[in-house]
């Protein structure tokens, strides 16, 4: 089969597709034909070799996928041909990939399957951040930082399928925030002047955060009395600070959000978020939104993609097409 490898730590450019034998499933794996392959930002940290995840030279990226079952063990609930979406963690980027039983999940039929390689990363981060991590309640407003990007789209939609009142989309053009209105945003505000857009409506109680940077403390002064801020990321590559006094003097908090270490250290808790999250799948009130599409040969690409901040929506790669 073909897959594609990261050879060296260079970054995204150093990325070559090869020949390699199809993986083996052991006693609780599904084997699974590869359709789709989500690419995250922690793949291009892999690249560089600053994820804390660090496989030994060379390996496959890929942690999120979508495809059918090749193979499953009896009993499994799972036949050859059924429509999954997993979490392999690693081995993604590939014509054909492994994933624990725990974390494959029957795709349902109103996804594509790059519909349903954009949602375990997304959406568990979303669903987390939101409901786990912020307590969001039905009615209160929610502003999505970095709102046309995988995670932002994720949050836009997990926010209104579960009751938020009013979403602001912040992003850093009008055509992103086109992006940013098609996923379900009530409005969307430019990063220089989102803060404004805040207190229109009398502030938020929510912010979701995966950029950090310099917009962190005008986020803070976006948040409502009570409000969280809900930090998921730093694609801006700034780890901003917080004088804790603005916290106490408005009282409001910082939260963190890390979803991988939370869930990976707790089985079956994807399972549960995914059962929270199917019948939103199910009914169309959440439609993932699929972005920039390549090739496995083009993986470096895709990995540029995200890198350079050009992406809306998921990027994927299509190891195997229909």
Known sequence: MKAAQITTLDGPSAVELVDLPTPEPGE???LIRVHAAGVAFPDLLQSRGLYQMKPD????????IAGEIIAAPEGSGFEPGDRVAALCLLG??????????????ALPDTLTYEQGASVIFNYGTAYFALIERGHLQPGESVLVQGAAGG???AAIQVAKAFGAGRV??????????AVALEAGADEFALADGFKDAAKEHGGVDIVVDPVGGERFTDSLRSLKDDGRLLVIGFTA????TVKVNRLLLNNVSVVGVGWGAYVLTRPGHIAKEWAALEPHLKSGAIQPVVGPTFRLAE???ALLTLDERRATGKVLLVPVTT
């Open 57 to 64: 030279l060379p390996f496959t990226p890929g942690a999120e």
């Open 299 to 301: 993986a470096a690409q």
């Open 237 to 240: 590559g700034d780890i901003p």
């Open 92 to 105: 993604g980027f590939a014509e054909e990939a492994v994933a624990p039983l725990d974390m494959t999940f």
């Open 168 to 177: 602001i989309a912040v992003t850093s053009t009008p055509e992103k925030g």
């Open 151 to 153: 995670v932002g789209t």
């Open 28 to 30: 609780d794996q599904v």
